[in-house]
């Protein structure tokens, strides 16, 4: 299991391919607002529409004043045929989503 990272080096949330999801963590922007963070099985791309791309891997949603973090950690990992693609990524802070990949 290791971070999903760009060529750089950098937490990277989105990806093209097939492997493992074992988990995902992304960093509130304000905690006095709700946050939210989903991840599809799709083509690697960060999606506008919510209706464009499914299957759902997450959706996780932070209630305010209470989640620092959006946590979600999977008790047997999930195989991602087409990649990973981002949407709703609602008040977090931006270079702070961590996907742990396999």
């Keep these: ?3 999903q990272c760009c060529f750089a080096g950098f937490p990277m949330p989105v990806k ?3 492997f493992e999801v074992f988990g995902v963590r992304a960093t509130v922007n304000k905690l ?3 946050s939210r963070l989903t991840i599809y099985d799709g083509a690697g791309k960060i999606v506008d529409d ?3 791309v499914k299957p759902i891997i997450c959706d996780i949603i932070g ?12 008790s047997e990992p999930i195989k991602v045929r087409d990649g990973i693609s981002v949407s709703n990524a609602e008040n977090l802070v931006g270079g702070r989503t961590i ?3 396999r």
């Design 1 to 3: 299991m290791y971070m």
């Design 16 to 18: 093209a391919g097939k």
């Design 32 to 34: 006095d607002a709700a």
């Design 50 to 52: 919510d209706n464009t």
């Design 63 to 74: 209630v305010a004043t209470a989640d620092a973090y959006l946590v979600e950690s999977f």
């Design 99 to 101: 996907v742990f990949v």
